[in-house]
């Protein structure tokens, strides 16, 4: 709780329910007009699912719990419905992510490395500012590495974030080589005595084999500073992604061996970013950070309990 | 996933055959199979019912020819009602008389709008027109420059306001410029926006007033989940955009949200952007969409490509070889050869029936072939004719003169052995039954009408 404490917990609600009709409003309402799990209540409740982009077989998963729980449980009112049913969508939501503790801002390596992917157009560096803001927040020095050496201006874009988070950013305009920038980046880290060094890495297609090569080659190449390098990696999801977003993480876990947490962003549009359930039941991959808007203080940090509290309960 | 969904009808629905007769008991659980595919492939969740209830009207009595299977039969009615969704009309891009005729880019934060307008801005130059950019993005850091540094690199002019902070100034500043270079086509970069942002899409309308566009195109991400439709919706309520484009479907994503917007608004998808390069752009073709989401390849696509590329008569001699199984490597070479004209080898599994489930989304090595042509060089003529002399020996030398491994070689060697065996099985009547199956897919019988 601590660092919610920071952002303010009223900022984390704002922004979830500008996610319009968010998931537990929707349930509740529904629980509201019945108070019976029939064949039409379990119906709507499959189309808020669905609708949700958790996918089928997590909404089928959820279903079938509750039709099991329904015969042997008694449920005597609304309320203890509702308790039913939002018990058992916590519970594929949260089996594992309980098992992992919110992001702790108290790092102790140093330099601590993440390096962020993702495909294109989710906001890695969008979040990558914001992420760095919330570290000298904390009296954390950070160093970021442009390392999108495709995309036209991805630098300065990348340099407009790192000054308005105040951090220093390491580039070179004339490389096309985004393994030399990490390199640099973490070199520079080390004899600079920098706390966090977070590297920006181009946006790519999942499916794509030679720019799944590269990051490799990234990942690679700033392990001969520091063999045991990154500490984190970060995959950014847009929360309007559907179905695809689990192939996404698949795929990066695979090309990078890990992926330790996903940053879920733009949700403060309508969509309700449901697919990082689907993804947290079959991967066991955290949600670290939700975007929920283009300023800097515009990112928080996910807490799975109050998360899921704000989601599912009114 | 098309032969698998073919598959799981022919097991739910073996029973069917006895009575001749598609009825509703036994229909239900096959179907719940095709909602699983469509909403794996994010079809709106509206539309995926109303689609199945539609089927089921259209297959309920339906009689089960003895010459094809009840899952067959329903895959077709299936297929041809997801081509009836997506519609069929092919629509070109809309132009304004005047000088410049304008077109609107518009879309969600991240959907490819500025890599989509200078690849829009390069293929109008190709065509034969003779466009300029217009840099409205006043928002995103730095994307003023990204357009910029884009229209440097295919020589278009990129008109922008240093500093200004008025969307609606730069793009009517934009047409004058456009007007004053003999520039006949403006293309107009906007922020990304969420529908919700009143503000914003008030700004968006605003230049669509001062501009007066021929052409408002909604730039869409492919992967996008159930919320496309709300997006598309709010976009149109506002403003009444003409077309459509789909970005990013390089990506091994269905794009059921293609059949969503489609049901919803009823305006055509004008082009797919289909990768990195400013030259990735293509006309949509709804039925290779429905193939995709199907999961049964685009085999249209890969027969028209093999129909241009291949020569007939060289095709003409291997089937004569295959039907006597004389097959050896000098014909292996020439096919590796007519293969590779035809483009890349990850564009062209891409299109093969299955291949994308067996790959699970991998591209291919794209070397492959040219270590397989090495290995085949580096066989003496006798080799090449005689497969079957092939000896360690031998082998050993051929790994070395190309410059591979034993291991490779061996793997080549196995390869060949494994399709002459496959092709033995297509001559004993396997080749009829395929070409049956083709002909239950009605998408490439209409190519060939």
Known sequence: MSFLDKIGFTKLKEGLSRTKGGLIDKVSRLINSKAKIDDEFLSELEEIFLLSDMGFDTSEKIISNIKERAKTDKYENEKELNKLVTDEIKKVFSESASEFKTFDFNITKKPYVIMIVGVNGVGKTTSIGKLAYNFKKTGKTVLIGSADTFRAAANEQLEIWANKAGVEIIQNPHSTDPAAVAFDTVKAAVSRNTDVVIVDTAGRLHNKLHLMEELKKIQRVMQKVIPDIPNEIFIVIDATTGQNGLNQVKEFSNALGKVTGIILTKLDGTAKGGIVIKINNEMKIPVRFIGVGEQIDDLQIFESEEFIKALFEK | ?449
């Open chain 2, 1 to 449: 996933m098309f032969e698998d969904l073919t598959h799981k009808f022919e097991g739910v629905l073996k029973k069917i055959r006895g009575q001749g007769k598609i009825t509703e008991k036994n229909i239900d659980e096959s179907l719940r199979e095709v909602r699983r595919v469509l909403f794996d492939a994010d079809v709106n969740y509206k539309v995926v019912n109303n689609f199945i209830q539609n089927v089921k009207a259209k297959s309920l009595g339906e009689q089960v020819l003895t010459s094809v299977t009840p899952g067959q039969l329903i895959v077709k009615i299936i297929n041809d009602e997801l081509i009836s969704l997506m519609g069929s009309e092919k629509a070109d891009l809309l132009f304004s008389d005047d000088i410049p005729s304008v077109i609107i880019l518009v879309g969600l934060q991240g959907s490819g709008k500025t890599t989509f307008a200078a690849k829009l801005a390069r293929h109008l130059k190709t065509k034969g027109r003779n466009p300029a950019l217009a840099a409205c993005d006043i928002y995103r850091p730095a994307a003023i420059e990204q357009l910029k540094v884009l229209g440097k690199s295919i020589d278009i002019p990129v008109f922008s306001i240093e500093g200004e902070r008025d969307a609606v100034k730069i793009s009517n500043q934009a047409v004058d410029f456009a007007r004053k270079n003999a520039r006949d086509t403006l293309i107009i970069d906007t922020a990304g926006r969420l529908a919700i942002d009143e503000q914003m899409m008030n700004e968006v309308s605003a230049i669509k007033k001062a501009t007066g566009p021929a052409e408002i195109l909604f730039i869409v991400d492919s992967m996008t989940g159930q919320d496309a439709v709300n997006t598309a919706k709010a976009f149109y309520d506002k403003l009444k955009y003409t077309g459509i484009v789909l970005t990013k479907l390089d990506g091994d994503t269905k794009g059921g949200a293609a059949i969503s917007i489609k049901s919803i608004v009823n305006e055509p998808i004008k082009f797919a952007s289909i990768g990195e390069k400013l030259e990735a752009i293509e006309p949509f073709y709804p039925e290779r969409m429905v193939s995709r989401i199907l999961g049964m390849g685009d085999i249209v696509s890969f027969v028209e490509k093999a129909q241009t590329e291949f020569d007939m008569t060289e095709t003409a001699k291997l089937e004569e070889k295959l039907r006597k199984n004389k097959f050896d490597f000098d014909d292996f070479l020439a096919q590796i050869k007519q293969v590779k004209k035809m483009g890349s080898i990850s564009s062209l599994v891409s299109m093969l029936p299955g291949a994308s489930a067996a790959l699970k989304g991998k591209e291919i090595d794209e070397k492959i072939f040219v270590r397989l042509e090495a290995i085949i060089l580096s066989m003496t003529k006798k080799e090449r004719a005689n497969p079957d002399i092939l000896n360690g020996t031998r082998r050993r030398r051929i790994a070395d003169g190309s410059g591979t491994s034993i291991q490779e070689v061996n793997k080549l060697i196995k390869q060949f052995d494994d399709m002459r065996k496959m092709m033995k099985g297509f001559n004993r009547g396997k080749m009829k039954n395929l070409l049956k199956s083709l002909k239950m897919n009605p998408g490439m019988m209409n190519q060939f009408k």
